[in-house]
C-alpha cells in the first residue's frame, strides 16, 4: 500500500538517486499492480459485504462504465496513436481497479483510526521530505520546491497535508504532539510555494472540515478552550500574514504572482476553458484520446515499438478544468459520469461514522474541486501524485466495515435475564 502510493508520489518527485522517468514510472507501476494482486491473492480478511455500500457500488459501477467508453472511443479517435491510447488505457483503468477494488479488500478489517494514522504517515513523510529537500532544490522563480520537480507539485501536496493535519487537530481526542508540530510546518510550506490554487484550496478544505467538525459532534460552546485557543491562533496568524501581504498591493501582487493583475490571470484560465470548449464542442461525443494532452506529437518517442508523444508543456492543449479536459479525451459521456463519482463521494462521506475520516475526505474532495477547476486533471488521473494520494484516501476511509454486532446483558426488576443484540 504506501509502496504503491510512495511510487505515484516520487513519479513527479526530484530525490537523490531516485530518477524516475516516464518508461521507469510505468514499469514500475505495473510491477506494483502484480504485486498487489498478489498480496490480494493470500490476503485472507476481505472486506465483508455490507461495508460496500450502495453509494460505493455506484462509484464502482460508473467507473466500470467510464473505462468501457474511453476504450471504446479509443477506436474513433486518431489512427496514429490508437496503439498508445489502448496501452495507456489499460494502466489508467486497472490503477483505478486497484484503488477501488484492490486497496479496499487489503485494508480488510482496519479501523478507521489505523486508516487516518496510515495516511498521516504518508503525508508527514513528504512534508519531512520538502523540509530536507529544500537547500538541494531551493526555489524555483522564487517559490519553494521542495522534493518535487516544480513548486505546483508541493504546493498541492501541502494543501493536502495541511487539511488532514488540521482535520484530526480538530476532531481527535488523542492530540499527538507531532502534528501540532508538522500543522504549522505544513503550512508554512506551503506559503513558501506561492501556488494560488493550493493556498485557496487548502482554506477552503479546512473551512470545510471546521464547519463539518462543529456541525456533526459538538457546538463550538462545547469545544475545549485549548481547541478555542488553537483556533483563534491559527485564525490570527492567517489575517496577519493576509494583512502583511496585503498592506502594499504591488507586494501581495508579487507574493501571489500575479504582476499583471488578477485580471490577467483569470483571462489567461478564461481562454485556457473557452480553447477546451471548442475542443469539446468539436469532438464532444468520442473525445481527442489520451494522448491529446501531451502536446508534441510531430517528434513521438517510441515504447515496445508504439508511438507516444512527448510532453512539451509550451504546445500541451490543456483546458485547466477537470470536466474540459476529461471531456476533451473522452467525450461528453464521460464528464457526466465524473459527475456522478464526485456526487456519490459527497454521499459517501456525510454517512461515515469515524468524524477524522469524515473531515479529511471532505476536505479533499473540497480542495480537489478547487484543483480541478483551475489546473484541471484531477480524480481521474494516472501519473499525477496529487490524484493517487486522493483517490487512495477516498478509497481507504470510504470502505470501512462496521462495527460488528455485539451482545449487550440487561437485567429487568422482576424479569428473567434477557440477552439482546445491538449493532
Keep these: ?19 524516475l522517468g516516464f518508461v521507469t514510472h510505468m514499469m514500475g507501476t505495473a510491477g506494483l499492480f502484480v504485486a498487489l494482486f498478489v498480496c490480494q491473492g493470500f490476503n485472507h480478511t476481505p472486506v465483508r459485504k ?4 450502495s453509494t460505493l457500488r455506484t462509484i464502482r459501477t460508473a467507473i466500470l462504465i467510464l473505462c468501457a467508453w474511453a476504450l471504446a472511443c479509443s477506436f474513433f479517435q486518431s489512427p496514429r496513436f490508437l496503439a498508445a491510447n489502448v496501452l495507456f488505457w489499460s494502466f489508467w483503468a486497472v490503477n483505478l481497479y486497484v484503488i477501488w477494488w484492490v486497496v479496499p479488500s487489503l485494508l480488510g478489517d482496519l479501523s478507521s483510526r489505523d486508516r487516518v494514522k496510515l495516511l498521516l504517515f504518508i503525508q508527514g513523510t513528504v512534508v519531512c521530505l520538502c523540509v530536507l529537500m529544500h537547500p538541494r532544490n531551493g526555489y524555483q522563480q522564487g517559490r519553494l520546491v521542495g522534493m518535487f520537480v516544480n513548486a505546483s ?32 510546518v505544513a503550512l508554512l510550506l506551503l506559503l513558501m510555494t ?32 485549548r481547541h478555542k485557543t488553537g483556533v483563534l491562533v491559527a485564525v490570527v496568524f492567517l489575517a496577519a500574514v493576509g494583512a502583511y501581504q496585503t498592506i502594499d498591493s504591488d507586494e501581495a501582487a508579487t507574493f501571489l504572482r500575479v504582476s499583471g493583475g488578477i485580471q490577467k490571470v483569470l483571462a489567461g484560465r478564461a481562454m485556457n476553458w473557452s480553447q477546451g470548449y471548442g475542443d469539446f464542442g468539436e469532438y464532444g461525443l468520442a473525445g ?36 474540459m479536459s476529461i471531456a476533451k479525451q473522452s467525450g461528453f459521456v464521460a464528464m457526466i459520469l465524473l459527475a456522478v463519482i464526485v456526487i456519490c463521494l459527497y454521499k459517501l462521506q456525510a454517512g461515515i461514522v469515524h468524524l477524522p475520516s469524515r473531515c479529511i475526505m471532505l476536505g479533499f474532495l473540497t480542495a480537489g474541486l ?4 483551475f489546473d484541471g486533471n484531477w480524480l481521474l488521473s494516472f501519473g499525477h501524485p496529487v490524484d493517487r494520494l486522493c483517490m487512495v484516501t477516498f478509497a481507504m476511509l470510504a470502505s470501512v466495515s462496521p462495527p460488528g454486532r455485539r451482545s449487550v446483558v440487561s437485567v429487568r426488576p422482576h424479569a428473567r435475564l434477557s440477552v439482546s443484540t445491538a449493532a
Design 194 to 225: 506561492r501556488t494560488r490554487a493550493s493556498i485557496g484550496a487548502s482554506l477552503i478544505g479546512c473551512t470545510a472540515v471546521f464547519l463539518t467538525s462543529q456541525l456533526a459532534s459538538h457546538s463550538w460552546r462545547q469545544t475545549s478552550v
Design 153 to 184: 507539485h508541493s504546493g498541492r501536496m501541502m494543501a493536502l497535508a495541511t487539511i488532514s493535519l488540521f482535520a484530526v487537530w480538530l476532531t481527535s481526542r488523542e492530540k499527538r504532539r507531532w502534528v501540532s508540530v508538522m500543522l504549522p
Design 1 to 19: 500500500m504506501i509502496a504503491f502510493v510512495a511510487e505515484g508520489i516520487l513519479s513527479k518527485g526530484d530525490l537523490p538517486v531516485v530518477g
Design 370 to 373: 478547487v484543483f480541478g477547476s
Design 288 to 323: 481527442q484520446g489520451f494522448m491529446s494532452r501531451f502536446g508534441d506529437t510531430e517528434n513521438p518517442t517510441k515504447m515496445m515499438g508504439i508511438e507516444i508523444p512527448r510532453y512539451d508543456w509550451r504546445t500541451a492543449d490543456d483546458p485547466m478544468n477537470m470536466w
Design 50 to 53: 455490507e461495508a460496500v455500500n
